[in-house]
C-alpha cells in the first residue's frame, strides 16, 4: 500500500508511521543503544476516556478524549489539546512524540505529550463546549499536574479553553494552580506574547534560514497555508520582518495575490466573519484558489500551518518553493521529504520551526512558579535567543554531518533524550 493510500485509510495510523520512521532514521545514524530505542518507540503512557456531555437540547453526547504522555525523560510531560474531527490514539501518539523531540531540540526542560477529543468544535455551541471541556479535564485530572503533564492550546483551543480547564483543575485540587496549564489568558497567569508565539518563532525561523541563503527577507514572498492562530500570526510576523506574504489559505480555500497581501485586513475580516473564515474575502489583484492549489505556487517560501500530511509523494513534485518552513506538526510525509530533498528544496522541520509556542508555555509556567511576571520584551527577547540557539544546533550539526536539517533536528534532539534515560536508568 503507498503512503496516499494509507492515508485515505486512517490518516492518524499514517502519521503515527511517519514519525515512527523519523525516528527510527535517527536512531539508526546515531547508533542508538537498542534497548533505549525500543523505549524511545512507545508510548510510557496513553489514557482514553469517554466523556457523556449533555447537549443544549437536553440530549447527551458521548465524546472519546485522549491523554497521551510519551515520555518523562526530560522532566514533566507537555503539549497541547486538540479539537478535531480527526483525533485518534493514534494522532495524539504521534503529536505527543513530536512534542518530546521538539521540548528537546529547543532545549526546556519537558517531555512530550498530547491529547483532544474527537469532535467538530464548530458543531457546539459555547455553553457545549465548556461542558465538554469540564469533564475531559475531570477525566484526565489523575494524571495531569503541574510536575506531571501540562497541558496547553493547540488546534481549535485557544485561551478560553485553557480558562475551563485552569478553572476545573482548581476546582477538583480545592487549590489555584496556575502552572496546570499553558496559554492561559494574561488575567489568569498567563504570560505576555504567549498568544502570538508560534507565528514568531515560525518567523523568526524563516529569518534565520533565509540568512544561511544569503537572501533577503524583503526580496522573498512566502505562501502560508493555514489562517488559524499559527497562520495568520507566522503571516503577521513574516510580513514584519519585510517579506512579502502573496498567499493564505484557510478551509474555505486559498487566497493570492502577486503583489501581496493585507493580513491585517484579512485576519480583520476572519474576526468579524459568521463562519470565522476568509470565505467572501475579495479585494482588487485577488485570485481564489484552491489549498492544494497554494501548496504549488510560485513563491520562496512556502509555510505549512494547517494539518499533518498536505505535502504527499502526490504533490511534492511539483513544490516550487525553495523553502519550506513547517508551521504546522507533521505536514510533510517521508516520502515527500525525500523528493523535496532531490528537488533541493530545504525544509525547516516542525519540531524547530513552530517550537516558538512551547517555549513561551515554558517561559508562563516559570512565571507562574515564581509568581512574578516579563515584560513582553522580555519574553520575545528570550524567545528570540532560544530559537537562535536552536537553529544554529541543528544548522551546524546538519552541516558537520552533513544531513538535512529535519535528520539533524532528529538526531541531536533523540541523543538528548537517549542521554537522560541512560543517566536514570531502567527502574526498577
Ligand atoms: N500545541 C503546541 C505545539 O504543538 C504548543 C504546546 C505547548 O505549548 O505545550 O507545539
Not at 237 to 261: F, Q
Not at 285 to 297: A, D, K, R
Not at 382 to 396: G, N, S
Request: aromatic share 6%; charged share 20%.
Amino acid at each position: 500500500m503507498t503512503s496516499v493510500e494509507m492515508l485515505a485509510k486512517n490518516p492518524g495510523a499514517s502519521f503515527l508511521a511517519n514519525a515512527q520512521a523519523s525516528l527510527t532514521k535517527a536512531a539508526q545514524a546515531l547508533n542508538l543503544d537498542p534497548n533505549i530505542f525500543a523505549l524511545l518507540r512507545t508510548n510510557s503512557r496513553s489514557l482514553i476516556v469517554s466523556l457523556p456531555v449533555e447537549m443544549d437540547d437536553g440530549h447527551v453526547e458521548v465524546f472519546t478524549g485522549y491523554r497521551v504522555q510519551h515520555t518523562t525523560a526530560r522532566g514533566p510531560a507537555k503539549g497541547g489539546i486538540r479539537y478535531h474531527p480527526s483525533v485518534s490514539l493514534e494522532e495524539v501518539s504521534a503529536l505527543a512524540q513530536l512534542m518530546t523531540w521538539k521540548c528537546s531540540l529547543v532545549n526546556v526542560p519537558f517531555s512530550g505529550g498530547k491529547g483532544g477529543i474527537a469532535v467538530d468544535p464548530r458543531r457546539l455551541s459555547e455553553n457545549e463546549l465548556r461542558r465538554m471541556t469540564r469533564r475531559y479535564t475531570y477525566a484526565i485530572s489523575p494524571i495531569i499536574g503541574p510536575n506531571i503533564d501540562i497541558p496547553a492550546p493547540d488546534m481549535n483551543t485557544n485561551e478560553r479553553t485553557m480558562s475551563w480547564i485552569s478553572d476545573t483543575y482548581a476546582i477538583i485540587k480545592g487549590e489555584s494552580n496556575s502552572e496546570i496549564v499553558t496559554g492561559k489568558p494574561v488575567s489568569l497567569g498567563g504570560s505576555l506574547g504567549r498568544i502570538d508565539a508560534t507565528g514568531l518563532g515560525v518567523a523568526i525561523s524563516v529569518k534565520e534560514v533565509l540568512k544561511r541563503a544569503g537572501k533577503p527577507m524583503e526580496e522573498c514572498t512566502v505562501a502560508v497555508q493555514g489562517f488559524g492562530n499559527v497562520g495568520t500570526w507566522s503571516a503577521r510576523h513574516i510580513a514584519e520582518m519585510g517579506a512579502k506574504i502573496v498567499a493564505v489559505s484557510d478551509i474555505s480555500g486559498g487566497y493570492y495575490n502577486p503583489d501581496g497581501l493585507d493580513i491585517e485586513a484579512m485576519a480583520d475580516y476572519v474576526k468579524q466573519s459568521k463562519t470565522r473564515t476568509l470565505e467572501g474575502y475579495s479585494t482588487p489583484g485577488l485570485s481564489t484558489i484552491t489549498n492544494e492549489e497554494l501548496l504549488e505556487l510560485p513563491c520562496d517560501v512556502l509555510v505549512p500551518a494547517a494539518m499533518e500530511n498536505q505535502i504527499t509523494e502526490a504533490n511534492a513534485d511539483r513544490i516550487q518553493a525553495k523553502f519550506i518552513v513547517e508551521g504546522a506538526n507533521g505536514p510533510t510525509t517521508p516520502e515527500a521529504d525525500a523528493i523535496l530533498q532531490e528537488h533541493g528544496i530545504i525544509v525547516v522541520p516542525d519540531i524547530l520551526a513552530n517550537a516558538g509556542g512551547v517555549v513561551v508555555s515554558y517561559f508562563e509556567w516559570v512565571q507562574g512558579r515564581e509568581g512574578f511576571y516579563w515584560t513582553v520584551d522580555e519574553v520575545r527577547t528570550r524567545l528570540h535567543h532560544f530559537m537562535e540557539v536552536a537553529f544554529d544546533d541543528m544548522y551546524t550539526f546538519g552541516q558537520h554531518r552533513n544531513v538535512p536539517l529535519r535528520q539533524s533536528a532528529m538526531m541531536l534532539a533523540v541523543q538528548r533524550v537517549a542521554d537522560a534515560v541512560a543517566l536514570r536508568g531502567i527502574f526498577p
